[in-house]
């Protein structure tokens, strides 16, 4: 397309469904310039004027850098999934699209190729998501799904999910989840907690001494950070 779009490569039409993102369904050249714009229906039906039209250039620079892989048989589209590594395998899990998610998939990159296994764990979009002595372990947290402190651990081999001590020191959106030695670290807002994954308990620790949101956690040399 061009900016007075004389030429329509894509048009979504009218739609309800992709109100916040859409995937067109059109392969877009190297180091070609594609522009873009957008119109909404009010409620008295009457269409908006259109956006100011706005341009983007898929990089020639980027080519050999990046490698799509599988896009068909995975999870749909979603936000705040979260994602780990576990035996050389990829894991999805949760997330929010058009409600609260729970499902969990594995892509195998040496297959291509994604499984769906056992739905389960916190079912909201701010829960935490880590692995841990070959398991995986979902912490939930307030949401868009159901305020709850439970603590999930998901077994491969079994494809089950169980059901663990529940954490009660503090409730609260954006868990951020770590591990470290036979403990997971779950950390939201200023306050932490400890989860002892051999006795199935919890420990409320000294908490970050300032409080933001939108934090993170990582493990660095024995430490976390």
């Not at 699209?97 to 916190?122: E, H, I, R, Y």
């Not at 909201?124 to 305020?147: C, E, K, P, R, Y």
């Not at 402190?149 to 081999?157: A, S």
Request: aromatic share 14%; charged share 10%.
């Amino acid at each position: 397309a061009d900016a007075a779009f004389g030429s329509v490569l894509w048009d979504s039409g009218q739609t309800s469904a992709d109100l916040a993102s859409v995937v067109p369904a059109y392969s877009l050249a190297q180091g070609q310039v594609y522009w873009w714009r957008v119109r909404y229906r009010g409620e008295v039906l009457d269409w908006s004027p259109w956006s100011l039209p706005q341009s983007f250039t898929r990089s020639a620079s980027l080519a050999g850098l990046y490698t799509q892989i599988a896009v068909g048989g995975g999870p749909n589209i979603r936000y705040y999934s979260k994602a780990a590594v576990l035996d050389g395998k990829l894991w999805i899990h949760a997330g929010y699209g058009s409600g609260a998610l729970s499902d969990l998939w594995v892509f195998d990159p040496g297959a291509n190729n994604w499984t769906q296994k056992a739905a389960g764990g916190a079912g909201n979009d701010t829960s935490g998501f880590v692995v841990q002595g070959g398991m995986l372990f979902s912490v939930a947290s307030a949401g868009s799904g159901t305020i709850t402190t439970t603590l999930y651990r998901y077994n491969p081999n079994s494809n089950t999910w169980a059901t663990l001590a529940n954490q009660t020191f503090f409730v609260g959106s954006w868990n951020f989840v770590a591990a470290l030695n036979d403990k997971l670290y779950v950390l939201n807002g200023a306050r932490l907690a400890a989860y002892d994954v051999t006795g199935n308990t919890w420990t409320r620790l000294a908490g970050v001494p300032s409080v933001s949101g939108g934090r993170g956690l990582a493990v660095c040399n024995g430490k976390l950070y």
